[in-house]
């Protein structure tokens, strides 16, 4: 049986080293680029601490699919690390779109009374916001347009065998007897595959890398830690 101890030291150094690279940082900061790489860094150092949670309390799918969020994270960070505030007016419009279909979406499932004061401040509300003409942001469009395209290999792994209730990652759930298709019992906690712990930390681990290069170089290296060595130095 493969062991998995060996294999949290380094992604816990990992941790360690991405939580100093916040802690050097020289702010204020006044831009908005700089704001957003720093929140979303943040964010991938919280998922990140909760995939190592969940794999030693034996959650290895609820693990794999908040790793997932740390490579949408990452590749949302190396393209504000690419196209800086460009790609920041998309996500800024992107939300105001999000936001107005929400709205909207109230209305049609009748969850606001009609005639009261709440609709009216609703629809003043929703006018206030431009609805951004193109496509919304996904994470596959966000991934292709980015430098780390191929890490949306991994992102569409764990959606369908973690993430999504689709046929493989109910299929975990199922005990089958000898002759296929005959369910024996079900399996509410699921036994740990130790490669698959292994497995979503180096996924983790390799978002959280991509995702501390891409924040240093949106901050210019030099306001950062220099290197994520992983090492817990800087």
């Given amino acids: 049986m493969t062991d998995t101890t060996d294999w949290y030291a380094p992604a816990e150094r990992l941790e360690a080293t991405a939580v100093r690279m916040i802690e050097l940082l020289e702010l204020p900061t006044t831009e908005r680029k700089e704001t957003y790489a720093i929140s979303l860094l943040a ?84 006018k206030t916001l431009e609805a951004d003409k193109g496509r919304s942001l996904t994470p596959k469009g966000i991934a292709d347009g980015g430098p780390i395209a191929n890490g949306y290999i991994i992102y569409m792994t764990v959606s369908d065998d973690a993430a999504h209730p689709t046929v493989r990652s109910l299929s975990r759930h199922l005990r089958e007897g000898p002759e296929s298709g005959i369910i024996t019992g079900l399996n509410i906690s699921l036994p740990v595959d130790e490669e698959e712990v292994i497995e979503t930390l180096d996924f983790a681990c390799g978002a959280l890398i991509g995702g501390c290069y891409a924040f240093s170089e949106t901050m210019g290296g030099g306001r950062a830690a220099r290197e994520p060595r992983g090492d817990g130095a800087a």
Avoid: P
Wanted: glycine content about 6%; charged content about 30%.
């Fill in 43 to 126: 964010r991938s150092i919280s998922n990140f601490g909760a995939v190592i949670g969940l794999l030693r309390n034996g959650f290895v799918i609820e693990a794999r699919t908040v790793m997932r969020c740390c490579w949408e994270n990452t590749f949302y960070l190396a393209r504000i690390a690419r196209d800086s505030e460009a790609f920041v007016e998309r996500m800024v419009k992107d939300d105001l779109t999000t936001r107005r279909a929400m709205g909207e979406r109230l209305f049609q499932q009748n969850l606001v009374e009609r005639g009261t004061a709440a609709e009216e401040e609703l629809r003043r509300f929703l």
